[in-house]
C-alpha cells in the first residue's frame, strides 16, 4: 500500500489541511493498515447519501470514544468532482481523520482507472500489500456496518500473513480490537511480551525486588519451583 503512494502528496482533512509529503510519513499512516479508497463525487446524490453512514462507520472504528483501540484503518478520499469547490465542501462531510488527494493532483484519474471504477459511491478496500480485498465494500458498509470490518481484518491477514517483518513486531504493538484473537489464531510470536517477562523476572536490569530475590535464590539452590 505505502508503494501506491511514494512521492504522492496525502492531505489530512483537517483546518489547516497538513501534508503527508516525506516517505517516512507515508510509511507510518499506512504502513500495516487496511486502505479504503473512497471515490465519489459531491454533485453526486448517492455520494451525498451515502457520506454520512461512511462518516460514522471510520468513526466508530477509529474514534476511541467508541473502541478502546483505534482499528487499523484509513480512508482516503479521491475526488471525482467537477471543481474545487466540489471538493471542499463534500470535505466537510467526511471525518477529520481521512486523508484525501488535491483537486490537482492528476493521480486521482489513475487510480479511477487503475481500479476501474464505474460508478459513484465506490469504497475499494485494499490490504496492506495493495491487492483489493473488495472492489466496492459500499453495500457490506451500508448493510453491516462496523461489523464487516473484522472481515476485513481476518481475511487481510488470512491470505497476506507476511505483510510484517519480525523487526516490525518487535518495533510497533498492533492497534485493534481483534488483535488477541489475531495473536492466538495465527500464533503470531510477540517478541514484545516476552521482553517484558524476562524484564519483570530481574533479567532485563529490572522487574519487581522480590521476583529478582526468588530467582538468586533459585539459582544459589540450582533447582527452581516446578511452578
Not at 451515502?50 to 462507520?57: E, G, I, S
Not at 486521482?108 to 500489500?129: C, S
Not at 495473536?183 to 514484545?192: A, F, G, Q, S
Request: a negative charge.
Amino acid at each position: 500500500m505505502v508503494d501506491l503512494f511514494v512521492d504522492r502528496v496525502l492531505l489530512k482533512n483537517n483546518k489547516d489541511q497538513d501534508e503527508l509529503d516525506t516517505e517516512r510519513e507515508i510509511v507510518m499512516r499506512l504502513q500495516n493498515r487496511i486502505l479504503m479508497l473512497f471515490f465519489a463525487s459531491a454533485e453526486s446524490e448517492t455520494c451525498q447519501q451515502f457520506a454520512p453512514r461512511l462518516h460514522d462507520f471510520f468513526k466508530q472504528l477509529t474514534d476511541e470514544f467508541y473502541v478502546e483501540r483505534s482499528s487499523q484503518l484509513v480512508l482516503l478520499y479521491i475526488s471525482l468532482d467537477q471543481s474545487e469547490d466540489q471538493l471542499e465542501t463534500f470535505l466537510k462531510e467526511l471525518p477529520k481523520k481521512s486523508l484525501f488527494l488535491a483537486y490537482e493532483d492528476p493521480y486521482r484519474r489513475q487510480l479511477e482507472t487503475m481500479f476501474n471504477v464505474q460508478e459513484v459511491p465506490t469504497v475499494v478496500v485494499l490490504r496492506p500489500d495493495c491487492s483489493v480485498l473488495i472492489s466496492n465494500a459500499v453495500e457490506e458498509i451500508t448493510h453491516l456496518g462496523p461489523g464487516c470490518y473484522q472481515n476485513w481484518h481476518e481475511a487481510a491477514e488470512l491470505i497476506d500473513r507476511n505483510f510484517l517483518t519480525k523487526e516490525d513486531f518487535e518495533d510497533k504493538s498492533m492497534r485493534s480490537f481483534s488483535d488477541p484473537i489475531r495473536r492466538l489464531k495465527y500464533k503470531v510470536d510477540d517478541e514484545k511480551k516476552k521482553k517484558k517477562k524476562k524484564k519483570n523476572r530481574g533479567w532485563g536490569g529490572g522487574g519487581d525486588e522480590k521476583e529478582q530475590v526468588e530467582a538468586g535464590a533459585q539459582n544459589e539452590d540450582g533447582v527452581g519451583s516446578p511452578w
